[in-house]
């Protein structure tokens, strides 16, 4: 099966979701490349604007061939800029079909704007398309406003879901969460993004005996991801327990704002590297994410896969409660929050090895590519 991706955002903007489908799909044997065009925001990293290539070409990530184009975006101009980006993608690929030939199937990652420009070609070309869409209503609603919405955006992104093959949501909720836009009338399917359950594998910790318990949190520093309830949380446990430990990592925990809230027993790592990621769970031995909405947060995933316990909120999706493994507490709730934090110390070490490998049936490359597998076959079959 001839597979390209379209990702609405990659590399330097993050997007490595896609990156890791299409290696789960090229080691089931497919021809996968991805076609990529990144906007970039001279606001947002002005060396990036500056420094990356100003031309389109091809490299290679991961052993995925990646045809790629850095577009840079005008400020203000939000129209031109989504019309430019569609029409640099459906560009590019008339250059790929010339090189590669005609797809069998398109996979865009995300409705804006992949999706959308997806359905152009597929209205030109014939080659059905499948949209996996990883934004929420909260993500949404920063761009078009509370639901219902009368931006221009909405109705352009609507006709992208109803005419995919299947849009593929990353769980069950997230279609009742972005209804209030989009509605449901169009197919759609739930399939977990992937984790590296290998480099995530599984690691016994030390014994608790003569050492602090560590609780982790691995989230951006904003306001969509709770810190405030989970310092909140960390201050009325650590008055029972002092000698807890709460260490945090991502964009941002490291700036002067979020230093300037944080008591002792905290430490911050700031934004870290994969590999610096997986040396933090290890160290850990239960992660707390206090967030006030998520779609899929695979660092739950990831921290399972790792044999630790989670505590986090009831706005994670239902597929991520993974029995013992995950602790559930209200959303803006301190005190239930370092209630079960608190359980989880007293309730001690879990069996580990077992929640690693429930992870690995419901997010390793391995079955995430095969349910992608036999979906982009039933859409070829019809």
């Keep these: 099966m001839h597979i390209l991706e379209l990702p609405s955002f990659f590399v330097p903007y993050g997007g490595l979701f896609c990156l890791d489908q299409a290696k789960a799909l090229a080691a089931l044997g497919h021809e996968v490349r991805i076609l990529s065009n990144v906007q970039l925001g001279v606001t947002v990293n002005w060396k990036d604007y500056l420094i990356l290539p100003w031309h389109r070409y091809e490299h290679e990530m991961d052993g995925i061939a990646v045809y790629q184009n850095y577009q840079r975006g005008v400020p203000k101009m939000v129209r031109h800029n989504v019309e430019r980006w569609v029409s640099t993608v459906c560009s590019m690929f008339e250059n790929y079909v010339a090189r590669y030939g005609r797809p069998d199937i398109l996979h865009a990652h995300c409705a804006k704007w992949a999706g959308y420009a997806a ?66 009338d169009y197919r759609w399917q739930y399939i977990s993004n992937t984790i590296d359950v290998d480099f995530y594998h599984h690691l016994s910790r030390l014994p608790l005996a003569g050492r602090p318990f560590r609780f982790c949190c691995l989230a951006n520093y904003w306001p969509l991801k709770g810190y405030d309830v989970l310092f909140e949380a960390f201050r009325s446990l650590r008055r029972a327990h002092p000698q807890v430990e709460l260490a945090i990592a991502g964009r941002g925990t490291d700036s002067r704002d979020c230093r300037s809230q944080m008591t002792e027993g905290m430490t911050t790592h700031g934004l870290i590297a994969r590999e ?27 921290a399972m896969s790792t ?66 597998e036999q979906l982009f076959s039933e859409v070829m079959g019809k």
């Design 276 to 302: 610096e990621v997986r040396q933090l769970l290890y160290e850990s031995d239960a992660l707390v994410l206090a967030s006030r909405s998520e779609v899929q947060p695979l660092v739950l995933l990831e």
């Design 119 to 184: 359905m152009l070609i597929s209205r030109e070309y014939g080659i059905p398309y499948v949209i996996t869409e990883h934004l929420s209503y909260k993500m949404f609603e920063e761009e078009f406003g509370p639901a219902p919405s009368t931006a221009w955006q909405i109705g352009l992104l609507k006709e992208a879901y109803r005419e995919a093959a299947c849009v593929v949501h990353v769980s069950e909720e997230q279609v009742d969460n972005i209804a209030p836009y989009f509605g449901r």
């Design 307 to 372: 044999g630790i316990p989670v505590v986090a909120t009831t706005c994670i999706p239902r597929c991520l409660q993974l029995g013992e493994g995950c602790s559930i507490v209200p959303v803006d709730d301190a005190q239930a929050l370092a209630a079960s934090m608190h359980a989880v110390m007293e309730n001690g070490p879990i069996d580990g090895a077992s929640l690693s490998a429930q992870v690995a049936t419901i997010a390793s490359p391995r079955a995430i590519g095969r349910q992608l």
